[in-house]
């Protein structure tokens, strides 16, 4: 029996160690924390994104992520093989992403289109076509480029874009985001890379000492009660902050904390740090 099955009609009857890698064909892959439908989801892949191959466990695959080595497990069903060559060769070149909140690519292979959302990847992207393997696609939405550093004004418009998408606990995209996976994506969008969840993100940067040397673009990070980096947000200066809590939102912002001025509850989070990486 074939365990991996790949997109469409397609199937990758090949042993394990034949295809070390992989790469998301949908619009997007809910990732689990363990090998069970029923398993909390810690991530999503975007389309282009791809992965390594640690084991499999029955119907399910664990893998690290290529871009930030995150460990999660997908369906075998969602899986798509790529060659270890294919991948190391892909590794070579700036990388090219969506950078429409959702645009629709077509798949030439197919016959069809598709959409995806803003941050997806397009290997081997050139005048408007891409490929993955044997399948030829087309796309003419906005891009961006991973080696492309872009200023702290640019960054902020990026983080407008996911103003109101709603808070989803893994998610990476417009229609449910968390906290970390908005700043990482925001980031990565402007040419930075970070790491997934908010309590690697805070190792990086430079600390600031005070809320007042606190710059547009800016990473704030907030801790609970004993001490765990549980949320991060963008600064849109000294005073106020874009976060992803209950939704994408702006609210206040000073040396205690985020204030939720809105609904009037005080501080719903206490910072912890403040740290500059542009």
């Known amino acids: 029996m074939c365990k991996f099955g790949a997109l469409g009609h397609n199937n990758n009857c090949l042993p394990l160690a034949s295809m070390s890698f992989g790469i998301c064909l949908y619009s997007c892959i809910p990732a689990k924390k363990e090998a069970s439908h029923s398993s909390e989801m810690v991530t999503q892949l975007l389309f282009g994104e791809r992965y390594k191959i640690v084991k499999q466990e029955g ?162 990070f907030f801790d609970n009660e004993e001490g765990r980096i549980v949320h991060v947000g963008i600064l849109l200066n000294n005073h106020e902050i874009i976060h992803a809590s209950g939704s994408v939102r702006i609210d206040k912002f000073d040396h205690y904390g985020i204030f939720n001025q809105q609904q009037n509850r005080g501080y719903t989070h206490t910072l912890r740090v403040i740290k500059r990486l542009l």
């Not at 408007?128 to 872009?150: Q, V």
Request: aromatic share 12%; proline share 4%.
């Open 59 to 220: 119907d399910w695959i664990e893998i690290l992520t290529s871009s930030d080595s995150y460990s999660c497990f997908i369906h075998a069903k969602q899986h798509q093989a790529m060659s270890e060559k294919e991948h190391a060769e892909l590794e070579k070149h700036p990388k090219v992403y969506v950078r429409d909140v959702v645009q629709t690519i077509f798949s030439k292979t197919d016959h069809a289109h598709f959409p995806v959302t803003i941050g997806s990847q397009l290997p081997h992207f050139k005048n408007g076509e891409f490929s993955i393997g044997n399948r030829a696609y087309h796309y003419d939405g906005s891009l961006t480029y991973s080696n492309d550093k872009k200023t702290a004004k640019e960054v902020l418009d990026t983080a407008y874009l996911f103003l109101h998408a709603p808070y989803l606990w893994g998610g990476r995209s417009p229609f449910g985001i968390d906290c970390s996976g908005f700043t990482q994506l925001v980031l990565k969008l402007n040419g930075y890379a970070l790491p997934r969840d908010a309590y690697q993100q805070v190792e990086l940067g430079k600390p600031l000492g005070f809320v007042e040397e606190a710059e547009a673009g800016d990473l704030a």
